[in-house]
């Protein structure tokens, strides 16, 4: 039987498959940080990263954000649908 290897955000992210990511700095992603520091990216009020496809994404991102409470569940929406989840996954029911 063949060893099968579960991908990584990161390494997803570095293939185009998703549109951004948000990640704490650990050994793992220093060792890729010279290939995401060439995407648009900013750290975030916990200290993660965020790393984007493109700018545009990022300004939509930072002008979704512009009025929302960081750690808000509109943050959390908002961060969620940024990072590429389905919109089913990040609506918070009342």
């Known amino acids: 039987m063949e060893d099968i290897r579960i ?7 570095l293939i185009g498959i998703k549109p951004a990511i948000c990640r704490r700095m650990i050994p793992q992603l ?3 940080m010279p290939q995401l520091g060439k995407y648009p990216h900013m750290i975030d009020a916990d200290g993660s990263y965020l ?10 991102y930072l ?3 512009a009025n929302v409470e960081w750690g808000s569940a509109e943050h959390h929406r908002i961060l969620g649908l940024t990072l590429g989840y389905p919109p089913e996954a ?5």
């Open 63 to 65: 002008a979704s954000m």
């Open 30 to 32: 220093e060792k890729v």
């Open 51 to 60: 790393f984007f496809q493109n700018q545009e994404l990022m300004d939509n």
């Open 7 to 13: 991908m990584v955000d990161h390494e997803a992210f």
């Open 90 to 94: 990040v609506i918070m029911q009342k």
